[in-house]
């Protein structure tokens, strides 16, 4: 049962309440691993690549007619009435009670996954201390919060991954760490970090809206408060709020059924009849952990994800002793991570590269006369094709059943798709209780109260497992965020288009900065690069605006046009290598540049002009001052 809290002390410095708002873990059977280290070598093998193959007009069709198949598929509705129970909180307990906040703090940031808790402790060397985050779960770590899926590890070697390794003293287990150690180093950071004072848990911010004359924003959320303050950030991530595939009859079956980012624990599934709709990054990490399980799986594939070798490999003594004498051995190796542009390359990156033994991360063929840019993706495109011809000779190599392997190949660019790694993945399809459902190219179309139906077939389920994914850099839409002239966020980008500046600036948006939004870049894809880049950038502008006695900041509209063209472009001329049907390109309609942006050179080289000159930006002085600019 729950108490009222009233604050348990005042803050010292800055005057703001301090409640233990983080909620207890709602039951003991949340617990679980990610892949472990996979001792059968020929799983880990990939076969050779084919000498001089290209990707020719013929092979193009293919990929072409595979994408064409399956466009206007896609179609995805979010968690709302009947299904908004799917969204509840299954992992901690009810929230604890606390007073209704109606208070002031300099910095309001929505969040505390990894950036929220990266920002707290980069704001606080800096000195800002009149901080409070507001996060919809029970307790710290975002997407490691939320996802709590049996198998669930990260996907970028774990010791580029986690923020702050030397600063926590921590050296990963494994070199993709499960999902449950990642959250409990989240845990290990708020804790030592002294985040937990700082964070109102199981609080949901529902409205921010800017306050011209007061120059304030006014934040209320779902527990009533309407908090009042300087400076917004919205941490909340890039893949939040959780999506459904829409099918016909999905309301009427009556089994127990989940979305995978709700994982829910108390659903006994050994010997079960489950059903997993969706095979993207989530399943491929989920279904071989399912497969041991239960009594009979059903994996509804629409699309085949590319499914790459994993090569998990626990931490070795030899580096824990390596790192222990090499100070910032870790930001040393996430630098070097962040050089290894993207791709297949990225993740598998080279060990010796990484651990700055050897000076290149591959071997670079020198060309006689520079490219154009269309020999250069023509190039990367026939070396794609090389991959995806392995990719797809991995499944041959592996799969025993000659249709259920055809059906697991991808026809379509490497990394178009987000591209998964696993060892077990594969071989799951040879268990005698393991079904993969070919349902492409439209997918699941109808569900009944007893389970899946397709192409005529009854699929009887105890348990359904939506691993449908999430909707992609939504940021605007959370939160209804209302700047000058009342007009919201997601108003200004659905008439104007995506327009930011750095990703991180939107004009009409004073003093509201964006992590890891749209536009976005200044990282790889390793998000914590971006994250970092992000936050370092944050506490610049304030530090500069403290020091300056500066109040507000906006952007000029010259300088987002610019911005936002430039995104455009560089999108564009790399559009063939991302020709598919992915949420990475809303589904293949999207307009360019609207979405995520990994231009980490050119990026940095637009803030760093803006540091430089200040030209993009518009300041007010503090009241004191005001008519200075
Ligand atoms: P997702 O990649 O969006 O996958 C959704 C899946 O649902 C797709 O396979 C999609 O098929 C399928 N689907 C949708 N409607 C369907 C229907 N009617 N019938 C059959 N299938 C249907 O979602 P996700 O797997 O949760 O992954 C989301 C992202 O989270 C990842 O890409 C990754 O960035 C992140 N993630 C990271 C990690 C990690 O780092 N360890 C792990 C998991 C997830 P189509 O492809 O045909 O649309």
């Not at 222990?324 to 990156?349: L, Y």
């Not at 850099?473 to 995506?498: D, H, P, Y």
Request: charged share 25%; net charge negative; hydrophobic share 35%.
């Amino acid at each position: 049962m729950n108490e009222s809290r009233a604050p348990i002390s005042i803050d010292q410095d800055t005057g703001l309440k301090i409640f233990a708002t983080r909620a207890a873990k709602a039951t003991e059977r949340i617990a679980g691993t990610g892949y472990g280290v996979t001792n059968d070598k020929a799983l880990k093998t990939l076969p050779e690549q084919p000498a001089g193959a290209v990707f020719n007009a013929e092979e193009q069709a293919k990929y072409r007619e595979f994408k064409e198949a399956r466009f206007g598929a896609a179609d995805y509705m979010s968690l709302e009435g009947d299904f908004a129970t799917y969204l509840e909180d299954v992992y901690s307990d009810d929230p604890i009670e606390r007073d209704l906040l109606t208070d002031e703090c300099e910095i309001l940031v929505i969040g505390a996954g990894f950036a929220g808790l990266l920002l707290w402790y980069r704001l606080k060397q800096a000195g800002f201390t009149d901080v409070r985050f507001c996060e919809k779960g029970g307790d710290v770590g975002g997407t490691w919060y939320w996802n709590r899926y049996p198998g669930i590890a990260c996907d970028v070697e774990s010791y580029s991954y986690l923020p702050l390794l030397e600063e926590m003293g921590y050296v990963p287990s494994m070199k993709f760490a499960s999902g449950f150690e990642i959250l409990e180093y989240c845990q290990s950071m708020a804790t030592k970090f002294g985040f937990y004072d700082k964070c109102l848990f199981h609080t949901t911010v529902d409205t921010t809206v800017w306050d011209e004359d007061a120059r304030r924003w006014t934040v209320r959320t779902d527990r009533g408060d309407a908090m009042r303050a300087k400076y917004v950030v919205l941490a909340n991530g890039i893949l939040t709020s959780p999506r459904l595939a829409r099918i016909d009859g999905m309301e009427t079956y009556q089994g127990e059924a989940f979305h995978t980012s709700r994982w829910n624990y108390h659903v006994d599934l050994e010997n079960k009849r489950v059903g997993i709709i969706g095979t993207g990054a989530t399943a491929v990490q989920a279904v071989p952990e399912l497969a041991k399980t239960v009594g009979q799986l059903f994996v509804f594939q629409r699309t085949p994800s590319s499914v790459d070798v994993r090569d998990q490999k626990a931490t070795s003594d030899e580096q824990r002793d390596e790192w222990a004498r090499e100070p910032g051995w870790a930001r040393a190796r996430r630098a070097r991570f962040s050089k290894i542009s993207a791709g297949r390359t990225a993740i598998k990156a080279n060990d010796d590269y990484l651990a700055g033994k050897v000076a290149d991360f591959k071997e670079r063929k020198a060309h006689d006369r520079p490219l154009s840019q269309t020999e250069l993706v023509q190039k990367q495109l026939d070396s794609n094709f090389r991959i995806m011809e392995q990719i797809r000779a991995r499944v041959d190599a592996i799969v025993d059943d000659p249709d259920t392997a055809e059906a697991l190949k991808p026809y379509y660019p490497y990394g178009c798709k987000r591209p998964t790694f696993h060892d077990e993945y594969l071989p799951t399809f040879n268990l005698p209780h393991v079904t993969l459902v070919d349902t492409a190219p439209l997918g699941v179309q109808e569900i009944n109260k007893g389970g899946v139906v397709h192409d005529g077939l009854q699929y009887d389920l105890d348990v359904l497992i939506y691993a449908t994914g999430f909707n992609w850099m939504a940021t605007s839409t959370f939160n209804m965020i209302e700047g000058r002239g009342g007009v919201t966020l997601s108003e200004k980008w659905q008439t104007q288009g995506c327009k930011t500046f750095l990703g991180l600036h939107s004009n009409g948006f004073p003093n509201l900065f964006i992590v890891s939004g749209p536009q976005g870049g200044g990282g790889s894809f390793n998000f914590t690069d971006a994250i970092e880049q992000h936050a370092d950038y944050i506490v610049w502008m304030l530090t500069t605006m403290r020091d300056a006695r500066l109040e507000v900041v906006d952007i000029t509209t010259d300088a987002e046009d610019r911005y936002a063209d430039h995104c455009a472009q560089a999108d564009i001329a790399t559009a063939p290598l991302r020709d598919c049907i992915s949420y990475y390109n809303g589904e293949g309609k999207a307009e360019p540049g609207s979405l995520a942006y990994y231009g980490g050179g050119n990026w940095h080289k637009f803030r760093v002009s803006a540091q430089e000159s200040l030209e993009p930006y518009v300041f007010a002085a503090a009241s004191s001052q005001a008519g200075e600019s």
